[in-house]
């Protein structure tokens, strides 16, 4: 007993088919087939409406604005020194023996702390331009895509196309067939 092939027997197949009348032979095939043909036909377009997209835009939006500025004293170590020393020297004749010594080292204390806290009280307003942004929001619109309506062989149909048609459109016909 041979074996046959079965990439012969497919062959061999297509073979008939074509060889016996091959339309018979198509049309009883399940598959469908899709013709276009080759010269498009004009269509009127009837009217088109723009669909269009809302599209959000947030942005910084700064501006120059005059600030007034209030800094207070910043006392230093030459501060604390010079009111140290006037201190203890308004002190030094107070006191005698031991007590002058301490009449001193008061003083001194006393008249740091007084020195500081006199700078820390002087306060100076200045003006300077200072930069304020904000968010700023903006809403556009813009055309996604064109809703046509169109009549061709005297029915009307719909399309949405990326870009405005003008007065014609070319329309290719296609047809499928499948066996009945």
Avoid at 26 to 31: I, K, P, V, Y
Avoid at 77 to 102: D, E, N, Q, R, Y
Avoid at 107 to 130: F, I, L, P
Avoid at 159 to 172: A, I, R
């Amino acid at each position: 007993m041979n074996r046959l092939n079965p990439r012969a027997l497919v062959l061999a197949a297509l073979a008939t088919t074509l060889t016996i009348g091959g339309t018979a032979a198509l049309a009883q095939d399940t598959r469908s087939y899709e013709t276009t043909s080759a010269s498009p036909a004009l269509a009127r377009v009837l009217s088109v409406t723009p669909n269009l997209e809302r599209i959000t835009d947030t942005r910084q939006q700064c501006t120059e604005q005059q600030q007034q500025v209030t800094t207070a004293g910043q006392p230093g170590l030459g501060t604390t020194l010079a009111g140290s020393l006037i201190g203890g020297a308004l002190a030094s004749p107070l006191g005698k023996g031991g007590g002058k010594a301490v009449a001193v080292a008061t003083g001194s204390a006393v008249g740091a702390h007084v020195a500081r806290t006199v700078v820390e009280q002087q306060s100076t307003t200045t003006t300077k331009m200072v930069q304020v942004c904000q968010p700023v929001t903006s809403v556009r619109e813009q055309v996604r895509d064109y809703a046509v309506r169109y009549e061709w062989d005297g029915r009307e149909y719909a399309v949405n196309l990326p870009q405005h048609p003008g007065g014609w459109l070319k329309v290719t016909t296609s047809h499928t067939v499948q066996a009945m």
